[in-house]
């Protein structure tokens, strides 16, 4: 046997406790204790011998190792393509995995499958049950559509190295067209009924080898665990979290999931305020976010792929409290704020106040943030938002610029934000030019004026995405080409990433 599946006598010794239920493949599967950090990827091709899934790249990038995972939302099932390779196998309790084995049924193939055949959109293969399950996944949601847009958006998570995109277009193409697909043999009823056993409903943990994983279903429940583990890793998407794992090899001693939660998966639009749950993924923040701010919804459109947006979570991307996280400096500009959490006792800190130096956040051991509160439009506000980085799709902000102005009936400057990603240590808002802003004429002679302050606001670095001296001169044209869009909606200044 290789090395890799061997498993040693030590975890073989499972110590505790809850057993770990989930459907796979609509078969009922109780697993005694696994280590908290095993990946579902590791369970399907280690332990199940299920390798039509694949291991490209272990860290959600590539999509060979994509899956369809289940939930229940209230009474109805909703399924998300998702990366197995980053995600534990813990977060699958009371859900349905369906992997490429599993959607052929009594030996035929799926239509999705017979749609890549007829098409010629595989060679070697090994990134084939990838897109399969992509677009498997999609052509059960309720409004697939099948615009050239969608299919771009849908499959830029699915990594192919030989055939090349256009016969994995066509075979997309072909396949949305056709109407009623059969889920084939999973009926949604009786996944539905399957998944509604009351122990669902409590939390649980389980423990080998003295790491313990824990999924609580409360957030009084969240509270007292990391009140007692105040060093746990809490995990929410473990898009962040997954890659300490299979790429860091960190050992993670205790793991505390936020992911059966149902209070923290809620959102509330107020007529002022939306309110995300810390468990809200991307994928449905920008449905609620799009219509208030189309460039928040564009922005979120390239955060990583349909597979990470369906699984990263909008707190987890604050909480990291990484530089070059997307979403800080928008909603940084629209004045956020976080309801943070230790015990019983909440406050209330603006996202601005968040972020203090690289890799430290205002967040103390035992707190967790349990929500984030977004302004709608502020009346008469303009908010733009972009995105720089090499590739359009599944790539990491070089700079990541964000404004919300507004300005009087005489053009005066009467409130302007203006924050960056990739520019400083941490997401951050750019002062000296605000400041040189307010209470001037929204002109291009005011911004050519203000144009020296960036430097004062940021000394970036230079790394592998950008030079420094790109950085700041980029910062600086974001600001004009903002003044520009604000001046005629006609002026193309933005690639759409749309190839009809
Ligand atoms: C392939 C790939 C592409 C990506 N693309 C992008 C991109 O385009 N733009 C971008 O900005 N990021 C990107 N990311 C990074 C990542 O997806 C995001 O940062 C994501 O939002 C993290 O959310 P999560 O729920 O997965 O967090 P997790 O991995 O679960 O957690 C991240 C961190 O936040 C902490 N945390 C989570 N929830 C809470 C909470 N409620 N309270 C306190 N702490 C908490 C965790 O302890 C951990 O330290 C990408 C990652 C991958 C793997
Ligand atoms: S193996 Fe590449 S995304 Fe999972
Ligand atoms: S068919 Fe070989 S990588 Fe896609």
Not at 221 to 230: G, I, R, Y
Not at 444 to 458: C, G, R, W
């Amino acid at each position: 046997m290789p090395r890799l599946y061997r498993r040693s006598r030590k975890t073989q010794q499972q110590e505790s406790s809850d057993k770990l239920a989930f459907l796979l493949n609509g078969e009922w599967v109780e697993l005694d204790p696994v280590s908290p950090t095993l990946t579902v990827l590791e369970f399907l091709r280690r332990d199940r011998r299920l390798c039509g899934t694949k291991e490209g790249c272990a860290e959600g990038d590539c999509g060979a190792c994509t899956v369809t995972i289940g939930e229940l939302h209230g009474s109805k099932i909703k399924y998300q393509a998702v990366n197995s390779c980053i995600c534990f196998v813990g977060s699958l309790h009371g859900k349905h995995l369906i992997t490429v084995e599993g959607i052929k049924q009594n030996g035929k193939l799926h239509p999705v499958q017979q749609c890549m055949i007829s098409s010629h959109a595989s060679q070697c293969g090994f990134c084939t049950p990838g897109f399969v399950m992509s677009l498997y996944t999609y052509c059960y949601q309720q409004e697939p559509g099948f615009s050239r847009q969608k299919i771009n958006d849908l499959l830029a998570g699915n990594l192919c190295r030989c055939t090349g995109y256009r016969p994995i277009v066509t075979a997309a193409q072909k396949l949305l067209k056709r109407k009623n697909l059969s889920r084939y043999g999973y009926s949604d009823q009786a996944v539905t009924a399957q998944l509604k056993k009351n122990h669902f409903k409590k939390s649980h943990s389980f423990s080998v080898n003295d790491a313990t994983y824990h999924s609580p279903v409360s957030s009084d429940e969240l509270a007292t665990l990391l009140q007692d583990h105040p060093k746990a890793t809490l995990v929410a998407g473990a898009t962040d979290v997954g890659l300490w794992v299979t790429k860091q090899q960190q050992k993670l001693d205790c793991i505390i999931s936020i992911e059966r939660i149902d209070a923290l998966k809620t959102t509330r639009v107020g007529k002022d305020m939306v309110s995300f749950g810390a468990g809200v993924s991307l994928s449905e923040a920008r449905q609620v976010l799009m219509s208030d701010y189309p460039d928040l919804g564009e922005l979120i459109r390239r955060f990583g792929s349909e597979q990470i947006r369906n699984r990263a979570t909008v707190v987890g991307n604050i909480a990291n409290g990484s530089p070059i996280g997307d979403l800080a400096p928008a909603l940084m500009v629209l004045d956020a704020k976080l309801t943070l959490r230790v015990g019983s006792y909440r406050r209330f800190v603006k996202l601005d106040d968040f972020f203090i130096d690289y890799g430290k956040q205002d967040i103390k051991p035992g707190e967790f943030i349990e929500s984030i509160q977004i302004p709608r439009v502020f009346k008469d506000a303009m908010f733009s938002v972009y995105k720089l980085s090499k590739r359009f799709d599944q790539d990491i902000s070089a700079v990541c610029g964000a404004f919300n102005l507004q300005v009087d009936d005489e053009g005066i400057i009467k409130d302007i934000r203006i924050a960056f990603g990739g520019m400083a240590g941490i997401p951050k808002r750019a002062s000296n030019v605000e400041q040189a802003l307010m209470d001037e004429s929204w002109s291009l002679q005011t911004i050519n004026k203000v144009m020296p302050l960036f430097e004062a606001d940021f000394q970036p670095i230079t790394d592998c995405r950008a030079s420094a001296e790109y950085r700041i001169l980029a910062a600086r044209n974001l600001l004009k080409r903002f003044f520009l869009e604000t001046q005629s909606e006609s002026i193309e200044t933005r690639l759409s990433g749309a190839v009809e």
